[in-house]
């Protein structure tokens, strides 16, 4: 089976907006005969920057052929300083479709009610909220924030138009976490190779488990 390989440039409006510089040097980034996705999130800013700032991302990277994931609402946790739930974080259906229409971006990552790092209590995505911006654009739709999240509530995000699913935490648990079964079997160990393996195996099954959720086993 032949499977492609994406390069994913995650939150360049992390990047632009500190160095400013993002937009203009993407050019360097681009890589020949590797699938690319790059991501800007100017979420942080008002709707009209964010709008102005995700449309030149994609105005660069299109005559590319490579598309752009652009990112409204909010999600919470320690990339947004963002309590889960306060400043109505939530992304506006109307507000999406116009958001998509003056972009001409090619995904849409919403703010539902999810949050970056470790959760303190169990999440509810609004689901509701989720359809209605499916209604609205017709661009595939993405979720942050997805560690921690119950399977059940993945599923029926997916169920509800959602294309993609971020995690990064719990991979990085995941990680660890083989690491230090290792480290513990063997603590005199100091071939990271050796350990780093355990970590990437552990994350390897996470993933599997993943895709059985997700319902795309057999469809990397």
Same mark, same amino acid.
């Given at each position: 089976?032949?499977?492609?390989?994406?390069?994913?440039?995650?939150?360049?409006?992390?990047?632009?907006?500190?160095?400013?510089?993002?937009?203009?040097?993407?050019?360097?980034?681009?890589?020949?005969?590797?699938?690319?996705?790059?991501?800007?999130?100017?979420?942080?800013?008002?709707?009209?920057?964010?709008?102005?700032?995700?449309?030149?991302?994609?105005?660069?990277?299109?005559?590319?052929?490579?598309?752009?994931?652009?990112?409204?609402?909010?999600?919470?946790?320690?990339?947004?300083?963002?309590?889960?739930?306060?400043?109505?974080?939530?992304?506006?259906?109307?507000?999406?479709?116009?958001? !998509?229409? +003056?972009?001409?971006?090619?995904?849409? &990552? /919403?703010?539902?009610?999810?949050?970056?790092?470790?959760?303190? %209590? =169990? #999440?509810?995505?609004? !689901?509701? +909220?989720?359809?209605?911006?499916?209604? &609205? /654009?017709?661009?595939?739709?993405?979720?942050?924030?997805?560690? %921690? =999240? #119950?399977?059940?509530? !993945?599923?029926?995000?997916?169920?509800?138009?959602?294309?993609?699913?971020?995690?990064?935490?719990?991979?990085?648990?995941?990680?660890?976490?083989?690491?230090?079964?290792?480290?513990?079997?063997?603590?005199?160990?100091?071939?990271?190779?050796?350990?780093?393996?355990?970590?990437?195996?552990?994350?390897?099954?996470?993933?599997?488990?993943?895709?059985?959720?997700?319902?795309?086993?057999?469809?990397?």
């Amino acid at each position: 089976m032949y499977t492609y390989f994406w390069i994913h440039l995650d939150t360049l409006g992390v990047f632009g907006v500190l160095t400013g510089q993002g937009v203009r040097d993407l050019s360097k980034f681009f890589i020949i005969d590797i699938r690319e996705v790059y991501m800007i999130d100017g979420s942080k800013l008002s709707f009209a920057e964010n709008i102005a700032l995700t449309k030149r991302v994609v105005d660069a990277c299109h005559p590319c052929s490579i598309p752009v994931e652009g990112e409204l609402g909010k999600v919470g946790g320690k990339e947004d300083d963002l309590v889960n739930g306060d400043d109505n974080p939530y992304t506006d259906p109307e507000e999406a479709r116009e958001f !998509v229409m +003056r972009t001409a971006v090619d995904s849409l &990552a /919403v703010g539902i009610g999810t949050s970056h790092g470790v959760y303190k %209590g =169990v #999440p509810k995505v609004n !689901v509701e +909220r989720l359809s209605e911006i499916r209604s &609205a /654009v017709d661009v595939p739709l993405v979720l942050h924030g997805t560690s %921690g =999240v #119950p399977d059940d509530q !993945v599923r029926e995000c997916v169920r509800r138009g959602i294309c993609k699913v971020n995690y990064a935490t719990d991979l990085r648990i995941a990680f660890t976490n083989g690491i230090k079964d290792y480290l513990q079997q063997y603590p005199d160990a100091i071939d990271p190779k050796k350990y780093a393996a355990c970590g990437m195996e552990e994350v390897m099954q996470y993933v599997m488990q993943k895709m059985d959720v997700i319902g795309r086993t057999g469809n990397a």
